[in-house]
């Protein structure tokens, strides 16, 4: 009965230490490259907890992957705007805890309370940007000013890859085409269907890629433009003169990237404690300034170098937001979208 009672106690002893064991390993699943080392080394050294980080360079390959088991191992994601709504109504996120979150107030109001997901309920935001053109500067001597470049073959200079993402490639052949990134339309995204296979079957098309994997076919010799985030552009050329990053006129998409906790993850305390370090005026303004990235956070702007505020690929001007759209949900409607990808991609 005493070696039972020793063995008993013994059991109790090893689970505690191993759930205290876990308390202390945060699981980040994030798009690649996306955050400051040194950020997360500060985090580590000011909590005791320690980082690990996994990767994804879509926002469909992250919902899969939570949706494969990873909505119990990861503690948190960061996912675009438009894809919230689905990952709310799969139920592969839970409710943050706004008292948890006290930095939340350097939100800046136009961030605060997004259509989204009302009330920040289940989320945060972290970054925003674009989707636009990195070029070589010798082979494109000005900026190149329509997506005609990469559309139309009597316009291409070269070898090129497209985005491996639904909403924001499509959106970029709407905008191509003449609609809007967020039509409904069939016989618009027909069109815009058709202008993508065009593209992917032109003799030049490296076909699709995450955005990380396309700057760096350009540093590599092997592409001459791509599509990609406006800050992976600017953060991987690092203000090389070979290379450039621009909008072309007919326009494209907006994101706002944003911090959630998926359902079941194992340590949301530490996800709570990541989002509120982030949040924190001066570490927000050096993960914008390192990202090359705009921010939501109000308070952190003020902290931000100035030459990257006054950096139009960062912060587009008043004359580019015109014809910059954000990608909103369309509920049942999505599926045309899904449907037109499926047709992309197979054809």
């Given amino acids: 009965m005493k ?52 990767y994804y360079e879509s926002n469909e390959e992250m919902v899969a992957k939570l949706q494969a088991g990873g909505v119990s191992q990861y503690d948190l994601v960061v996912p675009s705007d438009f894809i919230i709504p689905s990952m709310i109504q799969l139920k592969l996120l839970q409710p943050l805890d ?69 909403r924001e490639q499509l959106g970029i052949a709407l905008r191509y085409t003449g609609a809007s990134i967020n039509t409904v339309d069939q016989k618009k995204i027909k069109e815009a269907v058709d202008a993508l296979l065009k593209a992917k079957k032109s003799k030049n098309a490296l076909e699709f890629q995450g955005g990380v994997s396309a700057t760096k076919q350009i540093l590599a010799g092997s592409t001459v433009a791509a599509v990609v985030y406006n800050q992976d552009a600017l953060r991987v050329a690092d203000g090389n003169p070979k290379y450039g990053f621009t909008i072309p006129k007919e326009g494209s998409t907006l994101f706002l990237d944003n911090m959630a906790i998926p359902a079941k993850a194992p340590n949301p305390g530490a996800a709570h404690k990541f989002i509120n370090f982030l949040l924190d005026a001066k570490i927000g303004a050096r993960l914008a300034d390192y990202q090359k990235s705009a921010t939501p956070n109000a308070a952190a702007k003020k902290l931000v170098d100035p030459k990257n505020l006054k950096n139009p690929a960062i912060w587009p001007s008043a004359e580019q937001l015109k014809v910059l759209e954000f990608i909103l949900d369309q509920g049942k409607n999505n599926r045309l979208y899904d449907e037109a990808w499926t047709q992309v991609k197979s054809r």
Wanted: aromatic share 14%; charged share 20%.
């Fill in 98 to 166: 706004h008292s948890k979150l006290p930095n939340m107030k350097n939100l800046d109001p136009k961030f605060a309370n997004p259509p989204f997901d009302p009330g920040n309920t289940y989320t945060v935001g972290y970054l925003w940007g674009t989707v636009g053109l990195m070029y070589r500067t010798d082979v494109f001597k000005t900026p190149p000013t329509s997506w005609a470049v990469i559309f139309d073959p009597r316009q291409q200079k070269g070898r090129f890859t497209l985005m491996d993402s639904v």
């Fill in 3 to 54: 070696n039972l009672t020793i063995r008993f106690c013994t059991l109790i002893l090893v689970l505690l230490a191993m759930a205290l064991a876990q308390q202390k390993v945060f699981n980040l699943y994030t798009w690649t490259e996306y955050i400051d080392p040194t950020i997360v080394s500060d985090f580590e050294k000011a909590t005791g907890i320690k980082v690990k980080i996994s």
